[in-house]
């Protein structure tokens, strides 16, 4: 037990004194405190309001349409009622750019007719529609005042509908899909990166031949499961860190408003934290065994990607298996994607958040899990005894049979 503490802590100080890692988190902490911040610098640039010509020279408004200049500039639009051109000269005011816009207003049988104006479409082309629908509303009031609607009773015509909308779930997030989207995409990437760093550590360990002494003073098992242990921990130390800045940044940077919304939208139950942890430790622990094995397949930096591939893809079909069910959530892909070991820790958290899944799916779930991972281990710590002392060429798929074989 000593030498697991004294491999798992060799492994955290050189983990946390690599300069890539220094450099990278230093970024990632910017990057997050800059992004909580983007909201307010984007709220404290002024941008000129769009100006809109309003073309009323039929007199349908009257004078009514100049009183919601004011609410028209707090929607972002500088809006001016014509009177007096022609079509043609408000075109002309189009094309010259002396306004962005134009509203043409006519009457016929069938109501207010609106034509909109601009100089040409374009992906940033839109159309104003507060500003028609205010003044939509105004005509509307005007013709139920001809009917001798009293005025204080027309607000009460013009009314929408509210509608509430009430969650019977316990776990408020089973609601929101793309908390759910974001958390499983979150997961995979925490579970390969850090699995990854796994090859990583043990290759550098062998081109610089510290492997060398740490084989003499413990077993090999010992070096893969400290070696796992510690860059599990400094992954979680991490990520702990990340959260509680961005958390830290939210409350500091964005407006009391918009944080509350973004709680309350992230806000988990105690049981589902919980079961994300446990996927978390267990789709970790799969595969940085699985990188522990091929990064003591090579003795060379610039052969761990190649070396790594097929475990890279089976990452990402473990993912897309659980994403691309995710858009039918239902579905018996769905179950089989929460059950099979690489794809189980980014789907079952999905699917227990949905309120899809039993409690003895995951039990069912997390068993696979567990004995995948033992199986993975024993092969591992195998091929690893044999394979870590080796500085040649790249250990093929045949020699590692060889070698699982022989230690049998």
Do not use: W
């Not at 004294?6 to 983990?15: A, E, G």
């Not at 104006?117 to 940033?124: A, E, F, K, S, Y």
């Amino acid at each position: 037990m000593r030498s697991l503490f004294t491999v798992i802590s060799f492994t955290i100080k050189d983990m946390v004194k690599r300069k890539s890692f220094i450099i990278s988190n230093i970024i990632i902490l910017l990057i997050i405190v800059i992004g909580f911040n983007v909201p307010k610098f984007l709220s404290g640039i002024k941008s000129e309001n769009a100006k809109v010509t309003v073309l009323d020279n039929e007199n349908i408004f009257d004078n009514k349409l100049d009183n919601l200049h004011e609410q028209f500039l707090e929607l972002g639009y500088d809006v001016e009622v014509d009177k007096e051109s022609s079509k043609e000269e408000v075109q002309e005011k189009v094309k010259n750019k002396e306004v962005s816009s134009a509203i043409i207003l006519t009457e016929n049988d069938n109501g207010l007719y609106f034509e909109y104006l601009v100089d040409g479409m374009g992906l940033n082309t839109t159309v104003p529609t507060e500003v028609i629908s205010a003044i939509q509303l105004t005509y509307q009031n005007m013709q139920l005042a001809k009917l001798g609607i009293p005025e204080e009773n027309l607000p009460t015509l013009n009314t929408e509908s509210n509608i509430s909308v009430t969650s019977l779930s316990s776990d408020e997030s089973s609601s929101n899909v793309f908390v759910m989207m974001m958390l499983s995409i979150v997961l995979f990437y925490a579970i390969y990166f850090y699995a990854y760093q796994v090859s990583s550590a043990i290759t550098i360990e062998k081109t610089s031949r510290i492997i060398e002494t740490l084989v003499t003073s413990t077993s090999p098992k010992i070096i893969v499961l400290g070696k796992t242990i510690g860059i599990g921990l400094v992954g979680i130390m991490q990520t702990l860190i990340l959260i509680l800045v961005a958390v830290i940044s939210a409350n500091t940077f964005l407006p009391p408003e918009t944080a509350k919304a973004i709680f309350e939208m992230m806000k988990l139950s105690p049981q589902m934290i919980g079961i994300i942890v446990v996927y978390y430790l267990l789709g970790y622990s799969l595969y940085a065994l699985l990188y522990a094995l091929t990064g003591s397949t090579v003795s060379k930096p610039e052969e761990i990607q190649s070396a790594n591939g097929p475990v890279a893809i089976l990452a990402v079909i473990g993912f897309y298996l659980s994403y691309f069910t995710m858009m039918n959530p239902t579905s018996n892909l769905n179950e089989i994607a929460a059950l099979v070991p690489i794809s189980s820790p980014f789907c079952m958290p999905f699917r227990v958040m949905m309120g899809l899944s039993s409690t003895n799916e995951v039990i069912l779930s997390i068993a696979i899990l567990l004995v995948t991972i033992f199986i993975v281990a024993n092969i591992s710590i195998k091929i690893y005894s044999s394979a870590i002392l080796n500085y040649g060429e790249r250990i093929s798929l045949k020699k590692m049979f060889g070698m699982y074989k022989s230690k049998d």
